[in-house]
């Protein structure tokens, strides 16, 4: 791999990771205490979906991706402005007050946004077939760039909620609604 091709792949990579870097920050304000191991386990399932998707992308070919493109924003959608919501009503909730919104770092809930946040990663796996572009290489590269920038998020999201409070929940969830807001707009016909 050329000097030229690291740096393509690694902006590539950075903006691939935006979304998991807006998830990280956003989930992390509504962790009261959120520990190293949740934010290592996120920031590997977001890293491993970063890294399978553009693979899947590469294998599998135009057909799936036509196939999966013609949805995938409003899931993204959806997934977030689910967790977005929960997280601005939990906010207004009183009875919350000692009570941790959803943990973001488990379930059905990580491997969901995994997967929502890496979507991009399939389509970036064709143009990488087209490029001939080394695709252990992009996809060990995006996976690692993913981990970090999703790392960074949480703890630019703890310190945004230990200094905002309460307000960092609604921040975050509306952050998250955003997100999903932009990926449902960029996904429909003419967005």
Not at 70 to 88: N, T
Not at 102 to 109: H, K
Not at 139 to 144: D, K
Request: aromatic share 10%.
């Amino acid at each position: 791999m050329t000097p030229v091709e690291f740096v393509s792949i690694f902006f590539v990579a950075l903006s691939l990771s935006a979304d998991c870097f807006a998830v990280a920050l956003g989930g992390s304000v509504s962790v009261r205490k959120l520990r190293d191991f949740q934010v290592f386990r996120t920031a590997l399932a977001f890293g491993i979906a970063q890294a399978v998707m553009p693979v899947i992308g590469w294998v599998i070919g135009h057909t799936v991706v036509d196939y999966v493109a013609s949805y995938a924003h409003w899931v993204v959608f959806g997934l977030l402005a689910i967790v977005g919501g929960r997280m601005i009503r939990e906010a207004f909730r009183d009875q919350n007050e000692g009570k941790e919104s959803a943990d973001i770092s488990r379930g059905f809930l990580l491997v969901s946004l995994a997967v929502a946040t890496s979507i991009d990663s399939l389509a970036v796996g064709l143009s990488f077939g087209v490029l001939e572009t080394s695709i252990v290489y992009a996809s060990l590269i995006i996976g690692l760039v993913a981990f970090l920038i999703t790392v960074l998020g949480f703890y630019v999201g703890r310190k945004a909620g230990g200094l905002l409070g309460k307000r960092a929940r609604i921040i975050g969830g509306i952050i998250l609604i955003g997100i999903g807001l932009r990926v449902l707009l960029t996904g429909l016909p003419g967005g």
